[in-house]
């Protein structure tokens, strides 16, 4: 109801909205789930949970694509992960180092922590599409 009534302001408030749309590549094994977060500045990147809109898909093949729409124009970062044993969380070893694989919008990197929000935004102006490679 939520979604229906947002989409709904959305439309008649003269707010511009737009398609994203995101090829998730690099999936090594053909289990588990991809948890997909689409973030902007003011949200706690890149914690889920805390994200702007986010969706839980099954993994079905070793690439895969989805697409958010209604998004505002506005900057935006993604953030998403495999999570082989279903566990709704991105494991860990005893470093921190993450288990499972993941990635982010511009294929953002750092060595030791996540990226900032500012290595992996993009501006959302135009239906957009995305590539993010998981590691």
């Not at 991809?34 to 809109?53: C, E, M, N, S, Y």
């Not at 082989?84 to 494991?91: E, P, T």
């Not at 499972?100 to 993009?122: L, T």
Request: no cysteine.
């Amino acid at each position: 109801m939520k979604l229906l009534f947002l989409t709904f302001i959305l439309l008649f408030s003269g707010v511009k909205t737009h398609k994203l749309s995101i090829h998730i590549s690099g999936i090594s094994k053909i289990k588990g789930s991809l948890f997909i977060a689409v973030f902007r500045a003011t949200d706690d990147f890149p914690v889920f949970g805390k994200q702007f809109k986010g969706i839980i898909k099954e993994v079905e093949g070793k690439s895969q694509n989805y697409t958010f729409d209604n998004l505002p124009e506005g900057e935006y970062a993604l953030a998403i992960y495999q999570d082989v044993n279903r566990n709704k969380i991105l494991d860990k070893n005893l470093f921190g180092i993450p288990t499972e694989i993941y990635g982010f919008s511009n294929n953002a990197r750092s060595n030791f922590s996540a990226p900032s929000f500012q290595e992996a935004k993009f501006k959302l102006n135009k239906d957009l599409h995305q590539t993010v490679f998981l590691k």
